[in-house]
């Protein structure tokens, strides 16, 4: 009796399931299927069938490209920049709007402001903004008696003018996830501990943290996948220069696609750039989870 | 009651009718000249019934969108405007309608168009795809009221045993931006650093002024190794290192543009529809001071075409308007609003020329311009050569190793589309 009615329940489920499904299949896999088929061939938009089998013939040449490679590291590099010091700024952010009691809806809504704008917006404001003689960073900085700065015009400091920008845009993403968290947790803990004499610095570590990690996790493995896909701010802001100091992979594939119009080579690389982001979150969940262990 | 289902009725009659209009679809760049085809479409409309719908995008986002409407069996592009470094990818994979055909059954006189327009951005391997639009021929232009000032004039000879004058040499515009910085209030110049086109567009009179060419006309075989193009590298990265803004290697042409409208740099080579932005005070601090003149030997030459896709849902009236547009008296009355002319008889008009008095320096620049490369993978060929370039700008590569890498690149291209064995 009651293994029916939980079959029946698991029918009803998948039912109801059933079109969301589909649409995914149709919208998730078809592409890329797709995607993986054509990285076997030699396809490009100025011939766009699929009749050159050239096996892995991409994939070697995507390796075998010293730009793509390039690409790869500037992005792991700029990855591995805005995830830790968004995380570093949105807990610190997060910590302190989780006391405060009064007016917290203002400063949500002040966090929201960027996190709503568009990035191309973003970058276009931007890029105004760090204009290097009529821009108001420098007029600003200026006034402080500091030397104008060469925002985007120099290789050294473009790549982290962009991870600035990236950071004003997207930090509040993580202060919201975080403070949700926060929210959440029980107050017994807390209560336990401050009855044991425990001070908020041991309470953060041996507390906040370790009860927050599900949430860190979950946080960190977004907006690493969202990091990878970055390429707005840099078609915006610097068109992958100057020389190649911002050149993120995302744009580059973009170019392969629609520069070259190599669909072929580009979609091998997506789906290079597919295993990296697979690996790099497998890992991050485990070594998450490694911690509570 | 019945008054409101009346009216609705016939609210919604019209709404059918109104969507059983022809309407064609047009993708341009936001560029003056896309300005003043939409000042003058209603006359179109208004002739013909046939409503024009010009959808404008940035210039970067042109090639993107165009490509997957152009592949597709049917389009939503019944007319397109073709920047002549696509000609060679577009006819290549056949993506417009030949012309001929259509020009002859109308009548329409092709003779009027400058030559190197209808090299450029009309005829390919005998046969014409494209009707010329405008040319965005670069000129050299430069701040008239300091190259006057007879104490500036008098600084300059004594400094140099030259005359200040619209520079008719290279080297001596190079000592032009040499005096004329005087940092921080003016720049000898301002560069369009920014990669892929901005920086290839803008070297590329460097290119020619210094007499260096891309390729051997008669082989293909690539020419960026030699001391001419070296020497013109090594110019570039001066003006933007020492001569120039700081952050010209990140400027695309609205940025530099703005630095030269605002009066903070002597000369800025750039497209010649600029010109006319300069006079305008909504956007120029330096109304009446600049001229513009052809870049010293010879500058690079550009230009749109206005094209039928084979995947032109419309293509008849496709053509009517293209014909329309491309009249004798519609083009001037675009010349007249500012728009930069392609037909030898609009140079000609004497209530143009009395108006705009540099049309003679704008001819002048037209006839002397040099081509890029047009073959299929000009694109890609921009995007290399826009790459070494800033790698060699920012410091990040020697010139000359920097052109190496893109003679080989430009080698492949060209390999690969058949033009070298």
């Given at each position: 009796m009651a293994a029916g009615l939980a079959r029946r329940d698991r029918r009803f489920g998948l039912l109801m399931a059933g079109p969301g499904l589909a649409a995914?299949?149709?919208v998730v896999l078809f592409p890329l299927v797709f995607t993986a088929w054509t990285s076997?061939?030699?396809?490009t938009l100025l011939r766009p069938v699929h009749d050159l089998f050239v096996g892995l013939g991409n994939f070697a040449a995507a390796l075998d490209d010293g730009g793509f490679r390039h690409a790869l590291r500037v992005t792991l590099a700029f990855v591995v920049a805005v995830v830790l010091l968004e995380f570093l700024l949105g807990l610190v952010v997060a910590l302190a709007l989780d006391s405060v009691e009064r007016g917290r809806a203002v400063y949500y809504a002040i966090l929201l402001c960027p996190l709503l704008m568009n990035p191309v917006v973003v970058g276009l404001i931007w890029r105004m903004f760090l204009h290097p003689t009529q821009g108001i960073v420098n007029y600003v900085i200026g006034l402080a008696g500091i030397a104008p700065v060469n925002w985007l015009g120099d290789p050294a400091v473009a790549f982290w003018t962009l991870v600035a920008v990236d950071i004003w845009h997207q930090v509040s993403f993580m202060v919201v996830l975080l403070l949700a968290g926060l929210a959440a947790l029980p107050p017994e803990p807390y209560e336990a501990a401050r009855m044991e004499g425990a001070g908020p610095i041991r309470a953060f570590f041996w507390i906040t943290l370790p009860l927050l990690r599900p949430v860190i996790t979950v946080t960190l493995l977004i907006r690493l996948i969202f990091a990878v896909r970055t390429y707005d701010l840099v078609y915006i802001m610097t068109r992958g220069g100057p020389g190649n100091a911002t050149d993120l992979v995302s744009y580059f594939i973009y170019r392969q696609a629609f520069v070259t119009l190599n669909l072929g080579r580009a979609a091998a690389m997506s789906l290079v750039l597919l295993a990296i982001v697979l690996l790099l979150t497998a890992w991050l969940h485990r070594y998450m989870r490694s911690l509570r262990a | 009651m019945t008054r409101a289902l009346m009216l609705s009725t016939a609210a919604i009659a019209l709404l059918t009718g109104a969507a059983d209009a022809r309407t064609i679809h047009i993708l341009m760049e936001s560029v003056p000249d896309t300005r003043f085809v939409q000042e003058v479409v209603p006359e179109f409309t208004a002739q013909t019934g046939i409503e024009v719908d010009i959808e404008v995008v940035n210039y970067a986002e042109m090639h993107t969108k165009l490509v997957p409407q152009l592949v597709a069996p049917a389009g939503s592009y019944d007319v397109i405007v073709v920047d002549f470094y696509w000609v060679g990818e577009f006819t290549k994979a056949g993506w417009l309608q030949p012309l001929d055909e259509r020009i002859a059954a109308s009548g329409f006189d092709t003779s009027v168009y400058f030559p190197a327009m209808m090299d450029l951005v009309g005829r390919?391997?005998?046969?014409?795809?494209?009707l010329p639009f405008y040319n965005?021929?670069?000129?050299?232009?430069?701040?008239?009221?300091l190259l006057e000032d007879p104490a500036e004039q008098a600084a300059f000879a004594a400094k140099y045993g030259t005359p200040l004058r619209v520079p008719q040499?290279?080297?001596?515009?190079?000592?032009?931006?040499?005096?004329?910085?005087r940092k921080p209030d003016l720049h000898g110049v301002v560069n369009q650093g920014l990669r892929p086109d901005p920086i290839a567009m803008e070297w590329s009179n460097y290119l020619f002024a210094r007499g260096g060419e891309y390729?051997?006309?008669?082989?293909?075989?690539?020419?960026?190794?030699?001391?001419?193009?070296?020497?013109?590298?090594?110019?570039?990265k001066r003006n933007v290192q020492e001569f120039g803004p700081l952050g010209a290697a990140s400027f695309g042409f609205d940025e530099a543009f703005n630095v030269a409208a605002q009066g903070k740099a002597y000369s800025y080579i750039t497209y010649n529809f600029f010109r006319t932005a300069y006079d305008d005070p909504s956007q120029s601090a330096v109304v009446g001071k600049m001229e513009l003149a052809p870049v010293p030997v010879a500058g690079l030459n550009g230009g749109w075409g206005w094209a039928i896709p084979r995947s032109s849902p419309d293509p008849d009236a496709a053509w009517q308007f293209i014909a329309w547009i491309e009249s004798p008296e519609i083009a001037k009355r675009r010349a007249a609003l500012g728009g930069s002319p392609t037909r030898a008889d609009v140079f000609a008009d004497p209530d143009l020329n009395a108006k705009y008095p540099y049309y003679p320096a704008l001819q002048a620049?037209?006839?002397g311009s040099k081509n890029f490369p047009v073959f299929t993978y000009t694109p890609q060929f921009v995007e290399v050569l826009g790459r070494e370039l800033s790698l060699a700008v920012t410091g990040e590569k020697e010139p000359a190793a920097a052109l190496a890498a893109a003679n080989e690149e430009f080698r492949a291209l060209l390999r690969q589309d058949g033009k070298l064995p």
């Open positions: 995914m299949l149709l076997l061939y030699e396809f | 390919v391997d005998g046969v014409v795809y494209m965005y021929a670069m000129a050299l232009t430069y701040r008239k009221d040499g290279w080297d001596e515009y190079l000592k032009q931006v040499e005096f004329f910085t390729y051997d006309p008669a082989t293909w075989e690539p020419k960026l190794t030699s001391p001419e193009a070296v020497a013109a590298l090594e110019d570039y620049l037209l006839e």
